[in-house]
Nanobody, 123 residues
Framework: QVHLVESGGGLVQAVGSLRLSCAAS????????IAWFRQAPGKKREFIAA????????YYADSVKGRFTIARDNAKNTMYLQMNSLKPEDTAVYYC????????????????WGQGTQVTVSS
């Protein structure tokens, strides 16, 4: 069985930084497009960042461009989201996701999801 497990969330003050990790087990992610999404209370799950299977292409939502960086380590079957200059509006549950069909940006296009990790940014 394939699992994605996020870690690294927590409480941080505004302008601080956090690094989220997402470790996969049961299947290699080396040929998968992977992404991060987030969902704030009362809002729809939204795309944050994605990276192609080989790491050559990355995509970011405008709201996080220049502040967040997505990365992957295929040897460790793990992906990361470095979040800098955090703002209170970044508060949400963050999810990692994987698909073996390209590197899409839509929620419905991802096949495998982690359980989520809470990120809370205080002002």
């Amino acid at each position: 069985q394939v699992h994605l497990v996020e870690s690294g969330g927590g409480l941080v003050q505004a302008v601080g930084s956090l690094r989220l990790s997402c470790a996969a087990s049961g299947r290699t992610l080396s040929n998968a497009g992977i992404a991060w999404f987030r969902q704030a209370p009362g809002k729809k799950r939204e795309f944050i960042a994605a990276i192609s299977w080989n790491g050559f292409s990355t995509y970011y939502a405008d709201s996080v461009k220049g502040r967040f960086t997505i990365a992957r380590d295929n040897a460790k079957n793990t992906m990361y989201l470095q979040m800098n200059s955090l703002k209170p509006e970044d508060t949400a549950v963050y999810y990692c996701a994987a698909t073996w069909t390209g590197t899409p940006l839509g929620v419905s296009e991802y096949d495998l999801w982690g359980q989520g990790t809470q990120v809370t940014v205080s002002s």
